[in-house]
């Protein structure tokens, strides 16, 4: 793989390798805590970037609030290490480390699954290997050869993805979440409008790359559906802290209105993430 990062400007190597850093610490705590199992035994084998600051075009637009995320592929030797709750405290540190100027995304998958993948021709992972840059490889780590499929085949498997996703999100919406709303009962509206917003994320992932994230983080969902289209980016505006306070609350829909008696939402708020989801729709609609 390709492990040149001299187009990057030196501060976001600087950044970089500091994201290198702290996945390996957080890695070595959990296989530290381990001794006596077979997650004891893990292994990183690789650190990948990948997406806009692997090939370059990474947008940093303050003026709209907009920031391209590092896209990092972390890949294991254990399936154990795939959950997502053992790499709680590396997301912490990105979030919370004002080193980091750049956001920070990261998936997780084993050695195993990445080339199971690549031999059938998942281009998610095919784009990866032929555009990523190797931030670290243990020694002696390869990728399997992809398997190439035809444009033919590609357009087949995302009429596929479209036509089982985009019905089920524009059900959600036009019928749990505006019943929902009319009848009062705003928690309810708020989890289903989460549900609406994770289906279009993950049919606009499925639709461009045949695959989807084990994760229902908006957040993180949004940040690769928008590095995929662009044009999804109006969908939420992100400049005041109204605007990124009302996305967070969608956020935690998913657990919180649900489960937590402190979750609070208004109609006002609900009227307006309706309007940006409703908007989404119509993106995705056009954008797939």
């Not at 956001?103 to 059938?120: E, K, M, S």
Request: aromatic content about 12%; glycine content about 6%.
């Amino acid at each position: 793989m390709k492990t040149d990062l001299g187009h990057l400007p030196p501060s976001k190597q600087a950044e970089l390798e500091a994201v290198v850093s702290v996945l390996f610490e957080e890695f070595e705590g959990v296989v530290a805590q381990a001794k006596g199992t077979k997650k004891a035994q893990a292994k990183i084998g690789a650190i990948i970037l990948y997406g806009s600051y692997a090939r370059g075009g990474w947008v940093e637009d303050p003026v709209n609030g907009y920031f391209s995320d590092f896209d990092i592929l972390v890949i294991v030797n254990h399936d154990a290490l795939e959950d997502p709750a053992l790499w709680s405290k590396a997301e912490d540190r990105f979030i919370h480390n004002g080193r980091f100027k750049t956001p920070v995304q990261f998936i997780v998958h084993t050695h195993g699954d990445v080339n199971n993948a690549l031999r059938l021709g998942q281009y998610f992972f095919s784009d990866i290997k032929n555009e990523g840059i190797a931030l670290y490889q243990r020694r002696g780590f390869t990728l399997a050869e992809p398997k190439e499929l035809s444009d033919e085949e590609k357009q087949e498997i995302a009429k596929e993805h479209f036509e089982q996703w985009y019905p089920r999100a524009k059900y959600n919406f036009e019928r749990m979440f505006k019943t929902a709303l009319e009848d009062g009962q705003y928690l309810e509206a708020a989890f289903q409008l989460h549900q609406v917003t994770e289906k279009l994320y993950q049919c606009i992932l499925l639709t461009h790359t045949n695959y989807m994230p084990k994760t229902h983080n908006l957040k993180f969902l949004r940040s690769q559906a928008e590095r995929l289209v662009p044009a999804l980016i109006p969908a939420w505006p992100r400049t005041t802290r109204l605007d990124r306070a009302r996305f967070e609350l969608l956020k935690r829909a998913y657990v919180e209105a649900r489960y937590s008696k402190h979750y609070d939402i208004s109609k006002e708020d609900l009227g307006w993430l309706g309007e940006r989801v409703h908007q989404l729709l119509e993106q995705v609609s056009s954008s797939t």
